[in-house]
Structures are given as C-alpha cells and as structure tokens.
C-alpha cells in the first residue's frame, strides 16, 4: 500500500491508474479501523481495481467538540490493517489541504428533511459537515464506487443526497453492518467504552431486535415508546428510537404492513454515543 500525504501525489498515482482503464473504489474514514472498515475494502477489491482509503478526523462534522478531543487515534494500527486486507492506496491529508481557505466559508448543501430528523436533530450541523468533507475528498479522489456501512445510514441517505446536488458521477456501494460476536455493531467508538460499558451496549442492538419481532401491522408508537424507555432503565440515555421508511426515513407511527421499514437507535452510555439500526 502506498500512502500518501500529499493530494498531488495521489491525484497523479490515480490519472495513471484511470488512464489504463482501472475502476477505482473510495473508503473514506476517520480511522480507528475495525473490521467494519476492514468489509468496505474488502468490497471495494471485489467490485473495483484500485482501492483509496482515507484517514482524517474532520472537525467539521463534530457538533459536540469533547466528542472531536476524544475521537480515538491508532494510525499505526490502522495502516496495519489496511495493508493487511490488501488496501492500495492511503491518503492522510492535513487540515490545511481538506480545507485551504479555513472552514468558516465551506459550501451548504440544501439536504431537506433527511437532514432535519433523526441524527439531524440532535447534531445539528453534523450532516453538513460529513458532505463537506466527503464532497472534498470525492474531488480529490474522483472515485468510480464509494463504499459506505449501512451502520451509518442517514449518513448513507445523505451523502446519495449530497452526490445528487453536486452531480457527482460516483456511485454508491452500501456494505451491511459488521457486528461482534454478542451482536453489538463495530464502530470507532466502541473503543472508548469500559468493560461494563462494553457488556452494556449490546442492549442496543437486542433492543432493535425486540422492536422489529414486534412490529405488526398498526400503530407503533407503544412499541417504539417501550425500547426507548427500556433503554432509558437500563443506564442508557436514548436521543431516539425510531420506526422510519426505509427509503426516505420519514418517521412512522403506524405500518400498512408493506412499507420497508428501517429501525433506527442513539443513546449515550455515560459520554459515549452509540447509533445502529436495523432494515424490517
Ligand atoms: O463515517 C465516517 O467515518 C465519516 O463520517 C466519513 C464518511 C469518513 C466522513 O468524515
């Protein structure tokens, strides 16, 4: 794997790859690999030719600046793991190549409604800041496939959504989630949670669970107000358990038994914030 930390450097290694006809695959990160992240590439090398992956924490996207202090940092390890899964290109950018002019003046996107619920609610800002990062790193990379976890699926909504605005030509690959053993999804921030913390947060994901085995046709909100305040008992503070459309994530309180349906999750144990969520 070649990494690189100057953009030039990689724009000029990926024109001679597209030049002799390689598809290229994107999986944009903020390191702290898991194999989560792991899956994307492994994606990417199955449907691509050239796999770029990227490390960097983008300050935009955090709404909540304890959160972007404590956001955790193995780049060692990370390297080590991508080179592993056969990774073949890594770009490590600095602040002042994402961003030349500052971030106070970056674009706005018009997002709508995918932006105002959910996730959007209780970070405001936080999606604006992932399509400004990700529409810089499209522009540098100019990939083919961007490979994105399902675990992040507003993000998903809205990075498609972004890449519409933008007319973009990138199209988009959604991995399923990676879980441990005990169910919980794999994320970053797993690894700042203690060993009770750890055993705890699973609930989220055998919450969602128990939510989607109870959903029938009918009114939902008993059920949705149920696995809110289970979490909340159990030492959770839940922002929200919800029951969305699968294909705009607008919220439902009742089913006609048809629709797709998703089952979206966040709640903090103690300062970590953990989101998941399951399709119905
Ligand atoms: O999902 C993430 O890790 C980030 O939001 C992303 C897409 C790399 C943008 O910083």
Request: proline content about 4%; glycine content about 6%.
């Amino acid at each position: 794997m070649i990494v690189f930390k100057k953009l030039a450097h990689l724009q000029s290694f990926l024109e001679k790859k597209r030049l002799s006809g390689a598809k290229i695959g994107f999986v944009p990160t903020m390191g702290a690999m898991h194999q989560g992240h792991i899956s994307l590439i492994t994606a990417s090398k199955a449907n691509t030719n050239i796999t770029v992956s990227s490390i960097f924490v983008n300050p935009t996207q955090f709404n909540d600046p304890k959160d972007f202090e404590k956001y955790p940092i193995t780049i060692e390890k990370d390297i080590d793991m991508l080179e592993l899964a056969g990774c073949d290109a890594l770009l490590l950018p600095s602040i002042a190549d994402m961003y030349p002019n500052g971030t106070k003046n970056l674009p706005h996107y018009d997002l709508g409604f995918v932006e105002t619920v959910l996730d959007g609610k209780y970070r405001p800002g936080h999606f604006q800041g992932v399509c400004q990062v990700v529409h810089r790193l499209l522009d540098i990379v100019k990939p083919d496939v961007l490979f994105l976890g399902q675990k992040d699926y507003q993000q998903c909504m809205v990075i498609k959504k972004m890449i519409a605005l933008t007319g973009l030509s990138t199209s988009i690959n959604i991995c399923p989630t990676l879980r441990e053993t005990d169910g919980l999804a794999m994320s970053s921030r797993n690894m700042r949670l203690n060993t009770e913390e750890r055993k705890k947060a699973v609930l989220i994901f055998q919450t969602l669970q128990f939510v989607k085995q109870q959903i029938k046709s009918g009114y939902l909100n008993d059920i949705k107000e149920r696995a809110f305040n289970y979490l909340n008992a159990e030492g959770f503070k839940a922002d929200y358990i919800e029951i969305a459309n699968a294909e705009n994530l607008h919220l439902q309180e009742f089913w006609d038994g048809k629709m797709p349906l998703v089952i979206l999750a966040a709640a903090y144990l103690n300062e970590v914030r953990l989101i998941d969520n399951m399709l119905h």
